[in-house]
């Protein structure tokens, strides 16, 4: 059965339209039919791969001078091949390199001949002149072949796998026999768990010939290695080839040329939207080869990703990578998503959040409260949509009892958001151009610092679809784009709030200004588009903070990576204040990254009827108490000591630590804090007094419960986060945390050259300091 299907592919052409197929037999053709299944569909599946061939352009293999091997990269390509293939996998490796590692060898040999000749005949000048020979590159080919060969089995041997050489030419695939008989041989190297290593016969082939094959007949022949590796991808049944070059992937034009854009998708049909440009400065395949190679191994129901293997940076686990399912180089897919790819959708949304920024503050304003009643008119049709998330979660039973009540809506939290977003609306009014400062650097000079949008904001927020709009209105009121990647949990609410969100923005033209991500697309890879996004601000747990902090790229990372808040109790509190607000910032939503974490006492307090009634007041809560070092002490049955005092648990569950003042209290912080949100509850002002000025956390408070950090309860209509970088924006980040600053410079001619830098820090020393902002109406000269 197998000789009969490889004897079809190679002698059934496919005809496509408006093109005519020769009858060559040398050559091999498009197989009718997919021989072992579909190739994935999607990035995420690669992990599945179980065959994988690697192609070695002869780019990512040879140096730069041409002339030998590039050792580093090919140590780092066989290090993941085998770790590869140590995880059970079936690798295999087309690769280039013979002639290169042959010329260098050849090119010595020649050198040392003749320096011996003029050794020799030292007397003649004939021979003092004479140059290197063009060296042919089939006997480079054969006098490299071995040493590369050996050169892979040495690194291979140091991660204890086994190579074996197969060489092959164009007509071991035009003899039925022959080509059963390499089948066969590759089946049973992979069976011994061997990785073969492949490459064309080199010292053997004919001339080049001018590529027929791109000439109006769709049909592949072998005569390099990119065609080669898609042969034997398909008869091998491999899941997925990865072609490696000097090249990120596939462009829509020539890479380096201007507007050249990196195609991270690439579909059969898309060709025409191609331009290419020349072939790779070594080999004799181009571009235009690997992916007519690459369209033929799809069709044969291979994956297929085109990647560089010569970027010193990625290098070391570009193969790794790929399987992983990571956004590297140019993936083929069969299967074109009904939807926009993720990078259409950001500059969708980039052109049309430029326009949201020129609208009026008015029209920015309407669009807030058109959405805000969208919330209350089409409330049924939203919790509609919020049930059939609760049911599916609560039937997939995943969730924690905290994140379903995050997931939850009602009419009076829809009632909430809309009276938020109509605060919202009324700050849109004095936001974007915004004129901060305003300066005469000289006669008809004048500089203005303006606010501005950020650009592009990525939002990456769990199961809380009241996000959704609280972000939107945020974003529409500053002016910026914005892309929105909620949690599969609620799915069906993100859509609807999403739908209605738009809805709104259509009323004046900017309907695409806030796009919402639902393709498969992993975090991970919307953090790699640091050329699209200017900004990315997660909201949920403290381990998706943290893990976005770790993918973004270049992108900055507004947020926070834990919420271990402090409540300190110092020796001159109220009783009644401390109940109160150590049971609200402990017990009203312990899961909020704004609850207590740890309760600091002053020792003084200790064994007093206060103590008591805190405990007591815990227990009732069936709040879990872990001691601290120094509490624990004290206690001659105490609760169980804590392990780190940098925990934030997110639960009915709190540390309680003993400090002797309030500036330890304010060391401890300083040492075991997050930078959040802190208290001190006291009756003393200077003691407070000292506590808010010394404590550098983002939300100092005195007297209130660590639950007021947040945006609602500050007055900002909502919050895109809460941050806890030393940046802009701190705390609960709402409409002001999303502006950024520009500088506008109206002159009438003026030249750096008119002052010298001196010169010009001395006029505005006497004339007008830049501190000084000039009044709104300008001189009229």
Not at 127 to 142: F, G, I, Q, T
Not at 211 to 238: H, P, T
Not at 403 to 423: E, V
Not at 758 to 777: C, F, I, R, S, W
Request: charged share 20%; hydrophobic share 40%; proline share 4%.
């Amino acid at each position: 059965m197998l000789l009969q299907r490889l004897t079809l592919c190679s002698r059934i052409p496919l005809v496509y339209p408006g093109h005519v197929c020769k009858n060559n037999t040398s050559l091999f053709t498009v197989p009718q039919g997919r021989a072992h299944g579909s190739s994935f569909a999607h990035r995420g599946e690669l992990r599945r791969a179980k065959r994988i061939v690697v192609k070695l352009g002869s780019a990512v293999v040879t140096r730069g001078d041409e002339c030998g091997l590039a050792l580093g990269r090919l140590a780092s390509i066989v290090e993941q091949v085998a770790m590869l293939q140590n995880q059970g996998r079936e690798m295999m490796i087309v690769t280039s390199g013979a002639v290169a590692f042959g010329k260098q060898r050849l090119r010595h040999e020649i050198l040392l001949s003749q320096s011996v000749r003029q050794a020799l005949h030292s007397g003649h000048n004939q021979l003092k002149d004479m140059s290197m020979p063009v060296l042919e590159a089939r006997a480079c080919a054969a006098a490299g072949q071995s040493g590369l060969m050996a050169l892979y089995e040495a690194m291979f041997t140091q991660y204890s796998t086994c190579t074996a050489q197969v060489l092959v030419t164009n007509l071991d695939f035009h003899d039925d026999q022959k080509r059963q008989n390499l089948n066969s041989t590759l089946q049973e190297l992979l069976r011994m768990n061997i990785v073969p290593i492949i490459n064309t016969n080199d010292a053997v082939v004919p001339p080049p010939e001018p590529n027929s094959d791109l000439l109006g007949v769709n049909v592949i022949s072998i005569k390099d290695n990119d065609s080669l590796a898609a042969r034997l991808a398909v008869e091998m049944k491999a899941d997925l080839l990865i072609a490696l070059s000097d090249v990120e992937g596939l462009y829509n034009s020539p890479p380096g040329t201007d507007d050249a854009k990196l195609i991270d998708i690439f579909y059969p049909g898309d060709q025409q939207s191609i331009t290419y440009g020349t072939k790779s400065r070594v080999g004799i395949g181009g571009m235009e080869a690997k992916v007519k190679a690459a369209l033929w191994a799809l069709q044969g129901g291979t994956s297929v990703v085109i990647a560089n293997g010569t970027h010193p940076k990625v290098t070391g686990h570009v193969i790794t990578d790929i399987v992983e399912g990571k956004k590297v180089g140019t993936f083929f897919s069969e299967i074109k998503p009904a939807g926009p790819t993720v990078e259409h959708q950001t500059e969708m949304a980039r052109n049309s959040g430029r326009t949201l920024a020129s609208l009026h503050p008015d029209q920015r304003s309407e669009i807030i409260c058109h959405l805000a009643e969208l919330l209350t008119e089409r409330k049924e049709e939203i919790l509609a949509a919020n049930k059939m998330d609760i049911d599916q979660a609560v039937n997939a039973g995943h969730l924690p009892p905290a994140m379903l009540k995050r997931l939850s809506l009602s009419s009076a939290k829809l009632n909430s958001l809309a009276i938020g977003l109509r605060q919202i609306a009324v700050a849109a009014q004095d936001s974007v151009g915004r004129v901060l400062r305003r300066t005469r650097v000289a006669h008809n000079l004048e500089l203005e610092q303006i606010a501005v949008p950020i650009g592009v904001l990525l939002v990456i927020f769990e199961a809380r679809p009241d996000c959704l709009p609280q972000v939107s209105a945020l974003a529409i009121a500053s002016g910026n784009a914005l892309l929105l990647k909620g949690g599969k949990e609620a799915s069906n609410t993100n859509r609807v709030l999403h739908q209605l969100t738009q809805e709104a923005l259509s009323m004046h033209g900017v309907r695409e200004a806030v796009q919402l991500v639902s393709t498969r697309e992993d975090v991970e890879d919307l953090c790699r588009l640091d050329k699209m996004i200017d900004l990315i601000i997660p909201r949920g747990s403290s381990q998706l903070v943290r893990n976005i902090q770790r993918a973004a790229k270049g992108i900055p990372v507004l947020g926070h990576s834990e919420g271990i808040c402090h409540v300190y109790v110092d020796a001159e509190a109220s009783i009644d204040k401390v109940i109160k607000i150590v049971r609200d910032s402990k017990c009203d939503y312990p899961a909020a990254c704004n609850a207590m974490e740890t309760l600091l006492i002053h020792r003084e307090i200790l064994r007093t009827p206060l103590f008591d009634q805190i405990i007591d007041m815990l227990r009732t809560e069936r709040v879990k108490i872990h001691a601290g070092p120094q509490f624990a002490s004290f206690l001659t049955f105490s609760p169980s000591v804590v392990k780190s005092m940098r925990t934030e648990y997110g639960d009915l569950e709190c540390c309680i630590e003993v400090v002797d003042s309030m500036q330890e209290a304010v060391d401890h912080i300083h040492k075991y804090g997050s930078s959040h949100t802190d208290v001190i509850i006291t009756e003393n002002e200077n003691t407070a007094e000292q506590f808010l000025q010394q404590l550098d956390s983002a939300c100092v408070f005195w007297n209130a419960s660590s639950r007021f950090a947040d945006g609602y309860r500050f007055g900002l209509g909502a919050e895109v986060g809460i941050s806890t970088a030393r940046i802009h924006a701190r705390g609960p980040v709402g409409l002001e945390g999303l502006l950024t600053t520009k500088w506008v410079l109206r002159g009438a001619g003026h030249t750096a050259a008119d002052f010298s830098e001196q010169g010009t820090m001395k006029y505005l020393h006497e004339n007008l300091p830049v501190e000084q902002p000039l009044a709104v109406q300008r001189d009229s000269n």
